[in-house]
């Protein structure tokens, strides 16, 4: 049988789990951290999931139709995906990103064609972001108010609230590690950005074992944006949804899909991907490195002796070669 894809649509899905052996055998584990390879995904990240959902059912439902631009802000990867779907199926793609964004994701939207400009350069957006102390989904809830509005030949694809980003992780994310784990998972740690990762994948399994644990990763207190630390170094990608105004919280975000917040400073996150780039030969980005800081902490409990950890990693640490994640490894 003849294993051609006609399209960069059909090959998202489907990535490994690979056991980080050699980073729990360094640190001395107890517990099994299995890591979810979201960068063997067509363009390394977990957003090509949402971004193929999203676009074809704005195309089934009559949304999104021949000749219409696709826009959208994002922190980058969600924008990559949709620049390569856009790319794929001929429609013109607008990508709105925050300032702090590395540079290979700029590059690489536009090597894929989309447009690309920025957050701050949108006079609302960026008063929203000045008054809210550069909260990334304060900004997003400003761009989303502004180009609402807009005329019949955008389609706008508001990741934070399109049921189509935790559904396809309902559908496809977690069956895929229920199935690769022989339904043996006890602990999921994913981080919250839009919400649908945790929402969608920590749903499904649940709704299998109501006993598994899920573990939602937000920023350390540190790590995000205030008056006596205006221009911290970010984690991208991983946002705060817990003591913040319910405003700031993406729509998209189930609280009853986890167990547990907990936090994490850049420059832990920036130690465990160093580590694990070390140990066992993958390269993953910051919000990679947060969520496997956090599975690490728990797999040192001593509760969770024995136990199975799985950890969504989101993406490639190809992204991030001119941040300071691997400068002076």
Known sequence: ????????????????????????????????????????????????????????????????????????????????????VGAAKGYKVHIYVQDTVSIERFQVMKALGAEVSSMSDIPEVAKALRENNNDYVAGYAAFYEKFSKSNENVFIVDQDANPSNPRIHYE??????????????DILVAAVGTGGTVT??????????????????????????????????????VH???NIPKEFVPSNLDKNSYDECFRVETAEAYQAARRAAKTDGILIGASSGAILYAATKAAQRKENFGKTIVAILPDTGLRYLSTNLFKGE
């Open 200 to 237: 969608g994948t920590g749903g499904y399994l649940k709704s299998k074992n109501p006993d598994i644990k899920v573990i939602a990763v937000a920023p350390g207190e540190n790590s995000i944006p205030s008056e006596q630390n205006p221009s911290p170094e970010e984690i991208a990608g």
């Open 240 to 242: 705060p949804f817990e």
């Open 172 to 185: 496809t994310t977690g069956p895929e590690i229920w199935n690769d784990t022989d339904g043996k998972t």
């Open 1 to 84: 049988m003849s294993a051609i894809y006609s399209s960069i649509t059909e090959l998202t899905g489907r990535t490994p789990l690979l056991e980080l052996r050699c980073y729990e055998k360094e640190l001395g584990l107890k517990a099994r951290i299995l890591a979810k390879l979201e960068y063997f995904n067509p363009n390394q990240s977990i957003k090509d999931r949402i971004a193929v959902s999203m676009i074809e059912d704005a195309e089934k439902s009559g949304k999104l139709r021949k000749g219409m631009t696709i826009l959208e802000a994002t922190s980058g990867n969600t924008g990559i995906g949709l620049a390569a």
